[in-house]
């Protein structure tokens, strides 16, 4: 049933759910667990947010569409820890969710919503599918499933497929 992980992603061959996906949640809590929120100003919460926890998820992210519900608890740690929650003590979000993650040139503080991400990473790998023909796993892809030379690939889903 376990395949395993290769470079650090899940390999599977069933249909994705959050459980196959929970150890990204459980690294997020790994790190904040060593983290106290009170040692750190707003400004070093939202440096070690950015640079820390929004991007602990990012290589899956750009194999696998993961389910929403991943994408939010993602979301979910990094405000709890942007905002200085403490266990079960909860604190007022000074501002909502969306604006915080606008560009700074727009008034947002420049951090980036899990799901937006995980859809461009695999919007790139549409992309390179349909113009980086030269690269080996678009060759491997193309071939497996038959897309033929045409820039814009027809793919049929069938049973056995990939969830790729």
């Known amino acids: 049933d376990n395949l395993g992980k290769y470079l650090g992603v ?3 061959h069933d249909r994705v759910n959050r459980r196959l996906y929970a150890s990204i949640i459980n690294k997020v ?3 904040l667990s060593s983290w106290k929120t009170k040692t750190l100003s707003f400004a070093g919460r939202l440096t070690f947010t950015k640079s820390v926890l929004a991007t602990l998820p990012m290589y899956t992210m ?3 569409f993961l389910p929403r519900k991943i994408c939010d608890d993602i979301d979910k740690e990094c405000r709890s820890f942007l905002w200085g929650h403490k266990g079960e003590q909860h604190r007022i979000h000074a501002v909502a969710w969306p604006i915080i993650c606008k560009p ?3 008034g947002g503080l ?3 919503d899990s799901r937006n991400v995980n859809k461009a990473l695999m919007m790139k790998n549409g992309w390179s599918l349909c113009t980086d023909q030269n690269k080996l796993w678009v ?3 193309r071939e497996k499933y038959k897309c033929g030379p045409a820039n814009i690939p027809m793919v049929v889903k069938r049973p056995n ?3 790729f």
């Open 139 to 141: 060759q491997v892809i």
């Open 161 to 163: 497929s990939s969830n």
């Open 29 to 31: 809590n790994q790190r």
């Open 104 to 106: 700074k040139a727009e």
């Open 10 to 12: 899940s390999i599977q």
């Open 62 to 64: 750009q194999t696998a």
């Open 110 to 112: 420049g951090l980036r």
